[in-house]
């Protein structure tokens, strides 16, 4: 079976996640069929924190895939992030 779920890496103390598809009978960190985006939990500044290819990930849930339940909060997230517009001023 297919399981989204995120792949640890970094190094000590510094923890980045990769969202990847995965047989689920693999160990965490190990090989992947594809990866999803990426989650750097210590993000400062103008770091990006989230990336999720929606379109991939929804590929791979039709195909049958279980979301891993931090995984399904991160897309939630990243879902309710705002838009961001053009700073120009609308004329009135």
């Known amino acids: 079976m297919v399981k989204i779920r995120l792949a640890r890496g970094g190094a000590k103390k510094k923890p980045f996640y990769s969202i990847v598809a995965t047989d689920s009978r693999k160990p965490r960190d190990s090989g992947y069929i594809e990866k999803l985006g990426y989650f750097n939990p210590v993000a400062r500044g103008q770091e990006v924190r989230l990336t999720i290819k929606e379109d991939r990930l929804e590929y791979w849930t039709s195909e049958g895939a279980q979301i891993s339940d931090r995984v ?18 609308k004329p009135k």
């Open 72 to 89: 399904k909060q991160l897309a939630k997230e990243f879902k309710s992030y705002p838009v961001r517009e053009n700073n120009k001023t």
